[in-house]
């Protein structure tokens, strides 16, 4: 189950994303279990750095289970192109570590996923388990109503749908915020898990909740405890 919750914490980043969209923000989450007394942290921000590459930092804590996840990013053309990608989970229940070099020269991906050798082939659009979510946030704020994105999950580039179910308000912390509410669309066939998500629309689309069934209907959610984006306190009504 604490697995189950981190992982819902790193849902917390087609890539038509221009530099200039990019905007610095930082954010600190809660998170609650409803079946079980339990609750847990996050932080996640985005920084710029020297000769345009972003980073992307992520981490969770929850009891004495810990989750890091940290890509590196640069746009180019309107295109995102994930430079690396650095993921690791510890604590309770079985560890991870990934660590992925997107080398768009040679147009492959190297690395390691919990000890296994990893090479796939590389073209734009391909994103890593962190920056579909910048995608994602940023096509939201460009009014798509729905969303496809490539990304390294493994061994192997999978197909992450979306969809944008229309506007609500969300109760946080820093006040109601005006939100747009996405869905992960999954074949139910496959699995009955549920995803739902929710980007403040007057600050940059930043994730404010997430809630998460599994598949054995246990639920929790994460909201938005405060956050800044370029510098500036996200604050509702």
């Known amino acids: 189950m604490r697995r189950a919750l981190l992982f819902a914490f790193a849902l917390l980043a087609l890539p038509a994303v221009q530099a200039a969209d990019l905007q610095p923000f930082s954010a600190s989450y809660t998170a609650d279990w ?24 992520f981490k969770a804590s929850m009891m004495i289970a810990s989750l890091t996840e940290v890509s590196t990013l640069k746009v180019d053309k309107d295109t995102l192109l994930p430079q690396t990608y650095n993921f690791e989970r510890g604590g309770l229940g079985k560890s991870k570590k990934v660590d992925l070099a997107f080398d768009w020269s040679n147009k ?11 090479k796939l082939p590389l073209n734009r659009g391909i ?32 197909t992450y749908d979306f969809r944008v179910l229309g506007a ?11 939100a747009i509410k996405v869905e992960r669309v999954r074949d139910p066939t496959q699995s009955k898990r549920i995803t739902v998500l929710w980007f403040a629309k007057d600050w940059d689309y930043l994730l404010v909740r997430l809630q998460q069934v599994e598949t054995d209907g246990k639920e929790y959610n994460i909201m938005l405890l405060d956050g800044t984006v370029n510098g500036k306190a996200v604050k509702g009504s």
């Open 127 to 158: 994103l890593d388990k962190s920056t579909y979510q910048l995608a994602l946030q940023h096509d939201v704020a460009a009014g798509k109503k729905s969303m496809s994105y490539q990304v390294v999950d493994g061994d192997e580039v999978d």
């Open 34 to 57: 409803k079946q079980l007394p339990m609750s847990g942290t996050a932080e996640r921000s985005l920084e710029s750095g020297p000769n345009g590459v972003w980073t992307l930092n």
């Open 108 to 118: 492959f991906i190297t690395g390691t996923d919990r000890g296994d050798a990893v």
């Open 168 to 178: 609500e308000k969300v109760a946080t912390k820093a006040g109601q915020i005006d």
